[in-house]
């Protein structure tokens, strides 16, 4: 039976009815339910119905004796508490039932006071033994939710599809799940708790993850990724974080490492087809564009002026075309990366004077001036195809042009900052909001607004420009404040 008792009901078990009846008279005061019985057997049988919590047991009496009640009582397990009543000419039994398990006794004949203290008592202790058997109850619940929450977490994080690896703040791993283990091929057996180089075979990789255990990283968004190239063709992107405590202190890192080898090579394929289409088209493109050429030549005379405006114009957007593929057959040269090939020493000086120079009349078309300074003559020289150079120039000089209103301001700033060469272009133009920034360098972003609408352009100068850069090793930036101009620095190094 369960272990459920009322601490407000109490059975007397009495041979003798005065003493039976003087006991609920006390007993019903202290606000106890009272159940009654003459007989060791009658008491037994209201104790399988009710749940009394208190006996008070009658030692001596006809039938079955105290003791043996008591014995009962005692094998139902119910932390049933039994007061034993005893006459004065037996001490003995009293301290034989205290042994037995009885709680208390009381000697007869009592007073009503002896009896309110001793069932008082009994009465505490209960209370207090049910009160710790829920908190107990609660403590175990508590501890299951715990546990299963934390299993559950555990499930998640050990089925999980991308690799993760916990470090602490001293850089010790301290939880890898078997997606990690699989992509960074680490044996099964290899358990968490040793130095991260033991597990990640990428010195700078290794240090990246330390720094961040360490709490180096204030602003999450400098944290870099880095992309690991495994044997086989097998690319892994990893983004670390720090773990913060309630303080925000920071208490490790967590490590999420994910396969990109579909990505990877999904993007080769999409370059290579790019790269293939725009070499088919490009040779029955400029043969339609002579052609139309030519037409334009022998039509002159008996044409109408309708005619030729229309040939024209066709002549215009394939030579527009032309230029387009020219651009994606660069772009797909650098994502290849076959830019520097031809690498030799160029005067960067020289090569900003001419395409000035080239760019200044379409600067003068829309009464802007265009002006070239150099501080620190002769620059040094850098080592690259001029090529590709004249491509970074070019298309920055042609953009500021392009996005600056007529009567607008464009300079071309070149100098030596450190051990690199410094290009900057500068306009007071149009300007680039905020947050557009992040997205002109990719392949044929163009900001579109109202001023810019009328602009023609396939959005790739700025790929190319950056693609070209990084293979050399440099660093472009850009600065701009709408309705104020914009200013892109090209740094390269210098060997
Ligand atoms: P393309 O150069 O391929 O002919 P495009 O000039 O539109 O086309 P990008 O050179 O890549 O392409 O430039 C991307 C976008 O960045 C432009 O569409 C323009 O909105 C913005 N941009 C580039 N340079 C400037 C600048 N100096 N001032 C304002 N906006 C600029
Ligand atoms: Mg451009």
């Known amino acids: 039976m369960e272990n459920k008792l009322d601490t407000g009901r109490v059975l007397v078990i009495d041979d003798e009815q005065v003493l039976r009846d003087g006991a609920e008279r006390i007993l019903i005061r202290m606000n106890f339910q009272v159940f009654k019985a003459s007989r ?53 039994t009293a301290i034989e039932a205290m042994k037995r398990g009885a709680y208390d006794f009381i000697p007869k004949p009592y007073e009503p006071d002896q009896l309110r203290i001793v069932v008082n008592r009994a009465r505490e202790k209960m209370q207090l033994q049910q009160e710790t058997e829920k908190l107990e109850k609660e403590r175990r619940r508590t501890l299951a939710d715990l546990h299963t929450s934390q299993s ?109 080898s579909a990505m990877k090579a999904l993007d080769q394929l999409r370059s290579e087809f790019v790269a293939k289409v725009s070499h088919e088209l490009r040779s029955p493109l400029s043969t339609i564009h002579e052609q139309l050429a030519m037409v334009l030549n022998d039509m002159a005379e008996g044409a109408s002026e309708n005619e030729q405006h229309i040939i024209s114009r066709a002549k215009e957007k394939t030579k527009g075309l032309i230029s387009s593929i020219g651009d994606l057959l660069d772009l797909s040269r650098i994502e290849a990366g076959i830019v520097s090939k031809e690498s030799k020493p160029v005067q960067v000086g020289e090569l900003l004077k001419s395409i000035v120079d080239f760019l200044g009349a379409r600067a003068t078309a829309k009464k802007q001036t265009l002006e070239l300074e150099i501080s620190g003559e002769p620059l040094p020289t850098i080592y690259a195809d001029p090529m590709a150079l004249e491509s970074v120039y070019g298309n920055l000089i042609t953009n500021a042009t392009n996005y600056t209103q007529e009567g607008g301001e464009i300079k071309v700033i070149a100098d030596k900052a450190g051990a690199n060469l410094r290009v900057v272009v500068k306009d007071n133009g149009y300007g680039i909001d905020a947050k557009y920034m992040g997205k002109i360098f990719e392949k044929f972003y163009r900001v579109k607004n109202e001023k810019t609408r009328f602009i023609t352009g396939t959005g790739l100068g700025l790929p190319i420009v950056k693609g070209i850069v990084d293979s050399l090793g440099g660093y472009i930036d850009v600065e701009s404040e709408t309705g104020k101009g914009t200013s892109f620095t090209v740094l390269l190094p210098i060997k």
Not at 65 to 78: N, S, T, Y
Not at 158 to 166: A, C, I, K, T, Y
Not at 235 to 247: D, H, I, W
């Open 40 to 92: 060791g057997d009658e008491g037994l049988k209201i104790l399988e119905k009710e749940p009394v919590s208190i006996v008070l047991l009658d030692m001596k009496m006809p039938g079955m004796d105290g003791m043996e009640v008591l014995k009962r009582i005692k094998e139902m397990e119910r932390g049933i508490l039994v007061i034993v009543i005893t006459g004065f000419a037996t001490v003995e």
């Open 152 to 260: 559950r977490v555990y499930t998640i994080i050990e089925s999980l599809p991308n690799g993760v690896l916990v470090t602490d703040t001293n850089g010790k791993v301290v939880l890898l799940n078997p997606a990690f283990r699989q992509h960074l091929g680490i044996a099964r057996d290899m358990e968490p708790g040793g130095e991260l180089a033991s597990y990640i075979d990428d010195e700078n990789l290794c240090k990246l993850i330390i720094d961040i255990s360490r709490g180096k990283y204030v602003d999450f968004d400098d944290i870099p990724n880095y992309e690991l190239n495994l044997a086989g063709g097998k690319f892994l992107l990893a983004r670390a974080r720090p773990v913060l405590g309630e303080k925000r202190e920071c208490l490790g890192a967590v490590t999420n490492i994910m396969d990109v």
